[in-house]
């Protein structure tokens, strides 16, 4: 019965909110569901933070529900990214009337480079002194990225994105990056400005309504995207997708939160939020919609959870968002 998904909720409140956005996606349709192992917990069982089980079925899956993993996260998470073949991270940093926020006008969606720049693994370590990382910068992948921004910003009616690099000190890496999103902008109509890296950090803060969508090398937009989600009130609220071509992993932002794992309060809004990607995804565009409406009532109108200064848990949060659905 409908598409397969597979679920993996990983470690501590990874357990408790991808529970709630499954519950989330059953209301909505008709899916059958496959949990699959990963992170600390499965570590300590089998030795493995990602069983090959566990790989091979989120590499033949249309899309993946994850939670989170704990300090086995870049174990489990580079490698299911690379099972998507995901090329691009999406990662909404939108404030919700009714949540305190830095910067309550924000809402600004990123577009990060999945696959290189500095996270492509090349670093050497030469002496005792000396230390080097191979930064690598393709023309293919940012023109599949700037590919995808025009097609993004298409969809949401928008006249155009901004492109963040800092091709003025990295001339070969960025300029290639720079020229290639720009020359992809050019032929698809879309209009594109450009913002130095730094600069954007300033710009954002003291005026985030300058952006909509911003397209970013990798460790740019891990960055940036962290800095608007301060703007907007914080990680729990956070949603992301990792796309490929053909498959798609989806995660909230958030950890495992160990702080408070096992209590029942997570808020489940950046899972929830996620799943509502997954849906979009899928091509079932009306429930995504439907869903980020539900999330945006219950954020206004409570029960929130203790991290947005309620006292609701996570199955209260979760059984009002399916009421308004
Ligand atoms: P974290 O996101 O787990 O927690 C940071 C703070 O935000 C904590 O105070 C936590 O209680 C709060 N928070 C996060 N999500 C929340 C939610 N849904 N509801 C309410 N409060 C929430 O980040 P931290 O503490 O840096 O990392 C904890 C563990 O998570 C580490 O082991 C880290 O490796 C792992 N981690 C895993 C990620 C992944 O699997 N993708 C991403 C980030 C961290
Ligand atoms: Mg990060």
Redesign the pocket.
Known sequence: SGEEIIVVP?????T??VPAARRMLEHVGEFSFVEADA??AVKAETGEALPEETYDLVAAADATL?????????D??LPLREAVDSFVNVRPARAYPGVDAVRPETDVVFLRENTEGVYSGHEDRLSDDLSTLTRVITTSASERLAEFACEFVADRDADGFHVVHKANVMRETDGRFREAVLRVAEERGVDADEVLMDAFATHVCLDPTRFDTVVCPNLAGDVLSDLAAGLVG????LPSANIGPERGLF???????????GEG???????ILSAAMLLEFLGHEEDGADVRAAVEDVLSDGPR????GGDAG?DEVTDAVLDRL
């Open positions: 990983g470690d501590g409140i990874g408790e909110v992170g600390d994850f939670g989170a993993a704990g300090e086995t996260a870049a489990v998470i914080g990680l729990g609220l995660e909230p932002v958030h950890g495992t939160a160990p702080d408070i794992a309060v997570a808020n489940p809004a950046a899972a959870t203790p991290d947005l996570t």
